[in-house]
């Protein structure tokens, strides 16, 4: 799977957008991009997740850029709820779709 | 209720004592997965399943071993931990083992080895 590097921490204002950045220039075109996001030491909770086409779905958005090198998560309206480690990475689809690699993650800060 | 649930949530152990986590989904899931996190670091694969009797190791599959008999079960076996294995541990299913779908993530155990 291609590695994804993603800036160690970021604060957002309640109530603006948060843009979360993910870079993976390595990427192959049958690898997905996903979204997941870990609140304090919960279970992973799964965002969003996207192939080729900019998504979204009742949390967030995923913007995806035309080369596929990098991405962006957008949660639109942040709340203090959205305070999390947020992990994005890309896994293959096919027979090969075993092994799935989450790095280090972005720790979003959303302050009142 | 959908979910993935992991026993138990907590474990205080010793060395040595063999000792199993069990994981069960109700989703018909065809793929399953275990992940260790520890302070600091993101999720490691320890091991996966693509269906009932396939099992593949992860980034970290040294001193674990899984089974899948059942597409329900995906029990995780410390067969002599040590404190090293001291984690956090997740487990994870998918409806497709093709890599299209998400994970689904259980609660976690925490598992300390003294």
Redesign the interface.
């Given at each position: 799977d291609a590695k994804t590097t993603q800036p160690p921490s970021m604060d957002c204002a309640e109530g603006r957008a948060a843009n979360l950045p993910c870079n993976h220039s390595t990427i192959s075109g049958n690898e997905y991009v996903y979204w997941y996001r870990q609140i304090h030491s919960q279970g992973p909770q799964y965002i969003i997740h996207g192939l080729k086409n900019n998504e979204t779905n009742e949390m967030a958005s995923l913007i995806i850029t035309e080369d596929r090198k990098s991405s962006t998560l957008i949660l639109p309206h942040a709340t203090l709820r959205d305070t999390a480690v947020y992990y994005c990475i890309v896994r293959v689809a096919g027979t090969n779709a075993g092994k799935s690699t989450f790095g280090d993650g972005t720790t979003l800060t959303v302050k009142p | 209720e959908a979910q993935?649930t992991q026993n138990p949530r907590y474990l205080i152990t010793v060395t040595g004592k063999k000792l199993t986590v069990t994981c069960s989904q109700n989703m018909n899931h065809e793929?399953m997965?275990w992940?260790r996190?520890d302070p600091g670091?993101?999720?490691?694969?320890i091991y996966?399943s693509?269906n009932v009797e396939v099992t593949?190791k992860?980034?970290v599959p040294e001193g674990y071993k899984v089974s899948r008999k059942e597409k329900r079960n995906f029990p995780l076996i410390l067969e002599s931990p040590s404190p090293n294995q001291t984690s956090?541990y997740?487990c994870?299913s998918s409806l497709s083992?093709?890599?299209?779908q998400?994970?689904?993530?259980?609660?976690?155990t925490?598992l300390s080895i003294l």
């Open positions: - | 993935v793929y997965s992940y996190q670091l993101g999720l490691r694969q996966y693509m593949d992860g980034d956090l997740f994870a083992r093709f890599g299209e998400p994970q689904h993530f259980g609660d976690g925490r």
